[in-house]
């Protein structure tokens, strides 16, 4: 059974105030209200509402929460040390556990839950491709319909839907930024943004199994400009040539043109994972997404894929093509 290094207990709690992927990670288990026991050599206990059916998992138990049997199950393993990530827990919720067990040292266990989860198996990855594969088809569906709209939140609210045509979630709020709004990289469309002429950024990913994708295109809604093209290729070789030498063991990556915000980061349960790409070393088996961008521009691009980390190459879990994506477009007034 998985243990956390370091402590005798690690314990994990998801409520209304506490959106943890946790409990989900060891457990499979989808739970609104939760608490996990992970003891050494021991099957993990999840403590749930009286509100939820028991799950028939065979690898853990299962308990209906009431006011006693959390500790003392604690208890019977007479623990000397427990886990917590601290960012996770209330300081009410941490002092009220150090009442009722003064004599037990607690300790943050964030960065070794961090170093676990970064290790994709085999099944992990396989939810990460089916994930991506989906992705991949929204947007490309989005792309015959664009030029048939007129507001920036009609390509938003299209991606969302086809979400739930699939009876899936969202890793995150999609971006829909064209034109001028493609030069802020986090930016979301209002109600009264029309799309405009330029280019435009679409970052989008959805959940499959739990795992996330993260995909941006950058597409040009019209007819793009020699500078236009030069600008958008200079970010497509950029991102060609950072793949092409990058491994486990890279660690610092220095891109060609400034960057204002991070070069990627991990996938998994969450969309925003450990490693920071381009100044932590990465490792086999890592589920990165590789965003090379600028903004320094008329407009900004932005293109995004999403690899598996192996020992000699990453290895591209997206397969879309990254090719300038030139869409008919006419300014509605």
Do not use: W
């Not at 891109?255 to 349960?269: D, E, P, Q, V, Y």
């Not at 521009?297 to 397969?319: A, C, F, M």
């Amino acid at each position: 059974m998985v243990s956390i290094k370091g402590v005798d207990l690690a314990i994990f709690i998801k409520s209304e105030k506490i959106n943890s992927e946790n409990i989900f990670y060891f457990t499979k288990v989808e739970t609104d209200h939760g608490v996990l026991v992970l003891a050494k050599r021991k099957k993990p206990v999840l403590f749930i509402s009286s509100l939820e059916k028991k799950s028939k998992n065979k690898d853990i138990i299962v308990e209906h929460i009431n006011k006693n049997n959390i500790f003392e199950h604690i208890k019977e393993h007479k623990p000397k040390s427990i886990g917590f990530v601290y960012s996770e827990i209330s300081k009410s919720t941490f002092d009220f556990f150090k009442k009722k067990l003064p004599k037990v040292k607690f300790k943050n266990i964030s960065d070794e839950l961090a170093k676990l989860k970064r290790k994709k198996t085999s099944s992990e990855i396989l939810k990460h491709k089916k994930a991506i594969a989906i992705t991949e088809q929204i947007l490309s569906k989005l792309y015959k319909n664009i030029s048939s709209m007129t507001f920036e939140y009609e390509a938003f609210d299209f991606l969302r839907m086809e979400v739930l045509k699939h009876s899936l979630v969202e890793s995150f709020k999609p971006i829909i930024a064209s034109g001028k709004n493609s030069k802020n990289p986090h930016y979301y469309p209002s109600k009264t943004s029309k799309l405009q002429t330029g280019f435009c950024i679409i970052d989008f990913g959805i959940k499959f199994g739990g795992y996330c994708s993260d995909i941006s295109r950058t597409i040009f809604l019209g007819t793009p400009t020699t500078q236009d093209k030069k600008y958008y290729e200079s970010v497509r070789k950029e991102q060609e040539r950072i793949e092409t030498s990058t491994h486990a063991g890279t660690s610092k990556i220095k891109t060609s043109f400034k960057m204002i915000h991070a070069l990627g980061h991990g996938l998994g349960l969450e969309v925003h994972e450990p490693p920071f790409v381009g100044v932590e070393r990465l490792n086999k088996n890592d589920v990165i997404a590789l965003e090379p961008a600028r903004y320094d521009g008329l407009y900004g691009v932005r293109i995004e894929d999403d690899y598996l980390v192996t020992e000699k190459k990453l290895v591209r879990l997206s397969s879309s093509s990254r090719n300038l994506k030139r869409i008919s477009f006419i300014l509605k007034a």
